[in-house]
């Protein structure tokens, strides 16, 4: 196995974090009904402890993920994800009443949070400048590969336990779990850190002439080089310092603008989403995947294009995307266009996520921090995501519920605001997001003024 396969074959177990962050986030959405008329839940209770329950996890793992994958490294805490969403997986299924499902759902999401801060991590610290892009949204590929078997597998596995197919749902990502922890046994860990925390050079040394880094002594000097910046003193005080301002500012507005173009809305809610339209639910499930095929084939055009034509150019791709594609979706719904007319633009808006903001983000976020503050620097990136996730996933049951939503008969306002808020990033990638393509992780310090 030759250099180029040894680092893709790591980025690709690493990735598969992404590919059950991906399959927990959106297997909900075919748990969601049956559950509502299992456990007969109100609006309010039904967004916060079924739907948004694991996202308020994943905001907890995005928060103090940072700090055990500094002090224990990549590799350690990749593993104990894939644990977390074994149990997770498990729990769920055999839940007998909605606090316990909460609880394990909060387990899962614990995994994804942290699964968000140090998956793009490892792939960008074992990666080359030349394919770090690539490799590092193969998470983001993972992620929605994730999403589009969740919805094949909530669509196939309608009657095969009768009522109790949304624990079916829920339960066989156990399988995917236990395979990924197996596997991530046999990665390497970051030669990045083994500089940075472990002061070990000899076995960064290996792990970089494996990983075909053309000079590794040269590349060890600048990486203990561009640490000097951050030797000594409090790190979380360091981290929110003037000094890293910048790249703190980017990581939260990349982030916010993530989910407020409305994508884990879209996706959570999708199958509702599709019914108030006029599908029926076996049709609004189906059509649900259609979704997470369009959110994988674009995935992939986000992928040839990111170490091509740079990080900039495709959210500025993605930004008109989302405002063609919102505006649509809100007009649909305001003049009763039809279903064919919501689906198309609906497909339009999960096209432009794929190829911009959904391409871009894990990528950016782990470019943008010096080594030392990395963990950090996604942990935080991530939970301004999270947090934003979860309550756009909690507020909303109480706009859509078809009995008591605020908005239940004008639905189309939900989308206006979502299109509103894309004008607002289009501006804002227009006037202040960087450029990071083809330079090292330490030439991007400078750029940004860190060092």
Known sequence: MNARQYTLLNSVVAAMAGFLFGFDTVVISGANQPIKLLWDTSPWFHGFFIMSMALWGTVLGALFGGGPTEKYGRKKVLFWIGVLYFVSAVGSALAPDPYSFSFFRFIGGIGVGVSSVVAPTYIAEISTAAIRGKLVAMYQFNIVFGILIAFLSNYFLIGFGGSNDWRWMLGVEAIPAFAYTLLVLRIPESPRWLISRKNDPATAKKVLTALGTPD????????????????????LKEFFSKRLLKPITLAFFIACFNQLSGINFILYYAPEILERAGLAAKDSLFNSIAIGGINLVFTFVGLYLIDRTGRKNLMLLGSFGYIISLSMVAYAFYFNAGELFLMTFLLLFIAAHAVGQGAVIWVFIAEIFPNKSRALGQSFGASVHWVFAALITLIMPVFLDAQQGLLKDDPWIIFAFFAFMMVMQLIWVLTRFPE?????????QKRLGIQ
């Open 216 to 235: 590794a002594d040269s590349a060890i000097r600048e990486i203990t080089e561009s640490n000097k910046a951050d030797a000594g003193g409090d790190k």
């Open 436 to 444: 990071t393509k083809g330079v090292s992780l330490e030439e991007i």
